[in-house]
């Protein structure tokens, strides 16, 4: 009887430490500085199609009221993350952070935490390095303050158990270049998980980083059509580690 129950909590115990399999073709889609076109129009797509998205925010310097204008405010990424997407840090004033020292990144850091906890926004537990740039250092340091991703660039896939997390490879999809786009998905597999990079949709100031929008609804119809599961990192990473 003994031996009995003891065969039954080893495979109980063996059955909380087993993690559920991920889905076969995982897409996670980033967005960048907070760019209005996000907001107006590129979140109302994914919620209509009950997509997820990280959205890494940072207060842009603008050079005057226009173009101000041409990024969200504190209220509207308030709204983003009340409709149930991720809100991450992408530092104060989207900062080269391999160029600071590390007490202005901490500074930078600190910024968008007070501002998300005095809109009511959760605080973010991932991170997008601006411009793609970063060290040794600053991934330590991200890793030191309780982050859980830091994304980069690379255009390949991430593979969960080979890739540092702090150092997150993500494919950038701007332009009117489709082949990035299909190629990208199109090697996700199990496993290898399909970080994408986006920005303005469109974007009017940047626009070397633009996502037209009639190519990002095509986009957005073809991973729905095609039975992609579409999360946001704060989701890859909770079912990484608690499912």
């Known amino acids: 009887m003994k031996e ?18 991920l889905p076969e073709k995982i897409v996670v889609l ?8 996000q ?3 590129a979140a109302p797509i994914l919620k209509d199609y009950n997509f997820e998205a990280t959205f890494f925010v940072c207060e842009f310097p603008a050079k005057s009221d226009s173009e101000k204008d041409q990024y969200m405010n504190w209220e509207q990424i308030k709204e983003l993350s009340d409709m149930g997407f991720e809100i991450g840090n992408h530092t104060k004033n989207h900062i080269n952070v391999a160029k600071v020292s590390l007490d ?19 605080k973010p537990m991932t991170f997008a390095y601006p411009g793609y740039g970063n060290n040794i250092q600053t991934q ?10 830091a994304r ?17 490879p ?3 999809i701007a332009g009117n270049d489709t082949i990035k786009f299909y190629d990208a998905v199109q090697s996700a597999s199990q496993g290898n998980v399909i970080i994408l990079t986006i920005h303005g949709v469109p974007d009017i100031i940047h626009p070397w980083v633009n ?8 986009y957005i119809d073809y991973l729905k059509k095609n039975n992609y599961t579409v999360w946001s990192l704060k989701t890859l990473y909770e079912n990484l580690h608690f499912n």
């Open 170 to 172: 993500s494919y950038d």
């Open 152 to 168: 980069a660039g690379g255009g390949r896939p991430y593979n969960i158990k080979n890739d540092n997390p702090f150092l997150l």
């Open 104 to 122: 202005s990144m901490l500074k930078e850091l600190a910024y968008i935490d007070y501002q998300c906890n005095k809109y009511g926004i959760e």
């Open 4 to 21: 009995k129950l003891l065969v039954l909590l080893v495979l109980f115990l063996l059955s909380l430490s087993m993690k559920a399999e």
């Open 140 to 149: 330590e340091l991200l890793r030191q303050q309780g982050f859980w991703y």
């Open 211 to 218: 996502t037209p929008p009639g190519l990002f609804k095509k």
């Open 39 to 41: 907001y107006n129009y």
């Open 30 to 37: 980033t967005f960048d500085d907070a760019v209005i076109s």
